[in-house]
Each structure stands twice: as structure tokens, then as C-alpha cells.
């Protein structure tokens, strides 16, 4: 079974930019764009910060970027802000005759 | 405002049951498709299920299938989960979520925490 494999932390300094992957195991996205990415803060519901592989919703500050290769989709964060300090999770659909969505395991971004 | 409100969650003991539900306001609930996606203790988020705007089509992910049942009632501007044969990993906060397509969830309620223990 298909699985997104994120790393368990990242970190950076204030200013510096971070880059999260999310690999996918036994296949890669393919020409979907069923790639997005949830920024969730502590006790918070998580909130939409990249959809299609790299559009960002209205009020997303242009610092979040996403793009994809292969199986690997990657979310970078420009200009580390502590209010960055979060996990972050991706997110992608899968399966040809039925429905399945795959969260990865969650990244959780330290701004030190 | 646009929002999504869930409710009914609370302490219930293996094996019993749990109906949990999200109130949907500020836009058309009935032209939207609706998730339940949950997130036990300290985890990962974890889709649950999936109906589509007419309630036609339902899917759920493999470990609650067969035991959970997705509803919606468009005239009410409401959607239902349904948790029978309720286990200790089935512990978690609750979370509806409006997906769009291709596939992305753009709207979340605050969640409604589920705990199953004895």
C-alpha cells in the first residue's frame, strides 16, 4: 500500500528557508496534481496553506512555496518567521476504483 | 461566516458507539463534498471518510470500515459519522472537512474529541 513518508523535524533560524519533502513509496504522483500541504499549530485544526502541487490560497503569504518530481512533492518555507513554528502535513488522493487519501506522517518545523 | 462546527464527542466504552456530526454555514453545504479526517493523541492526521455532494457516493479508509457510517442531511446543512464497535484506537479528535477538487480539504471545523476507554 501507497504511503507519504515526510521527515519527522526540520529547522531553521529566523530568515532562513526550510524545505520539507513527502515522498510517495511504490509510485510517484504521475501527472496529478493531488498534492497539498496543512500548516497545524498546537490544539489548532489544521489549515490549508498549499493545494495543486503549488497554488497557495487567498492570505497565504507568498513565503510557502510547493512543487513536486517524481515522487516527491516538497513544501519550502522562505523567511523563517516564529509564527512558521508548526507541523506540517501533505496530503495526496490515490486509487483507481476507489478512494483513498494518504496523509504523511507530519513535519514538525522548530524555528530556533 | 463560513464555517464548520463539530459536535457529540465525548467518553464512550469499547465496543459502544458514538454519533458525531458538524453543523456547515456561510455557503452552499449541499453543492459541497464532506470528509471526516482524525487525529488521535500526539499523531497524524488520518482520513476517515468521504460523501459527495448528493450522498451517493461514500468511501471509507480500511480501518473503520464496516463500522462507521458517513451521512448528510443537505436540508439541515449537516453531516454525520456514525462509530459503531467503537476500539481504543479509535481515540482521537474528529475533524469535517469540505474538499474541492482535484483533492484538497479548504475548509475545517475545530474538531470534537472521541475517546474510547473503559
Known amino acids: 500500500q501507497s504511503a507519504l513518508t515526510q521527515p519527522r523535524s526540520v529547522s531553521g533560524s529566523p530568515g532562513q528557508s526550510v524545505t520539507i519533502s513527502c515522498t510517495r513509496t511504490t509510485s510517484d504522483f504521475g501527472d496529478h496534481n493531488y498534492v497539498s500541504w496543512y500548516q497545524q499549530h498546537p490544539g489548532r485544526a489544521p489549515q490549508l496553506i498549499i493545494y495543486d502541487v503549488t497554488k497557495r490560497p487567498s492570505g497565504v503569504p507568498d513565503r510557502f512555496s510547493g512543487s513536486k518530481s517524481g515522487n516527491t512533492a516538497s513544501l519550502t518555507i522562505s523567511g523563517l518567521q516564529a509564527a512558521d513554528e508548526a507541523d506540517y502535513y501533505c496530503c495526496s488522493s490515490a486509487g483507481t476504483h476507489t478512494l483513498s487519501v494518504l496523509f504523511g506522517g507530519g513535519t514538525k518545523l522548530t524555528v530556533l | 461566516e463560513v464555517q464548520l462546527v463539530e459536535s457529540g464527542g465525548g467518553l464512550v466504552q469499547p465496543g459502544g458507539s458514538m454519533r458525531v456530526s458538524c453543523a456547515a454555514s456561510?455557503?452552499?453545504?449541499?453543492?459541497?463534498?464532506m470528509n471526516w479526517v482524525r487525529q488521535a493523541p500526539g499523531k497524524g492526521l488520518e482520513w476517515v471518510s468521504y460523501?459527495?455532494?448528493?450522498?451517493?457516493?461514500?468511501y471509507y479508509a480500511d480501518s473503520v470500515k464496516g463500522r462507521f457510517i458517513i451521512s448528510r442531511d443537505s436540508a439541515k446543512n449537516s453531516l454525520h459519522l456514525q462509530m459503531n464497535s467503537l476500539r481504543a484506537e479509535d481515540t482521537a479528535v474528529y475533524y469535517c472537512?469540505?474538499?474541492?477538487?482535484?483533492?484538497?480539504?479548504?475548509?475545517w471545523g475545530r474538531g470534537t474529541l472521541v475517546t474510547v476507554s473503559s
Open positions: 456561510g455557503f452552499p453545504f449541499s453543492s459541497y463534498e
Open positions: 460523501i459527495s455532494s448528493s450522498g451517493n457516493y461514500i
Open positions: 472537512a469540505r474538499v474541492k477538487h482535484p483533492w484538497y480539504f479548504d475548509l
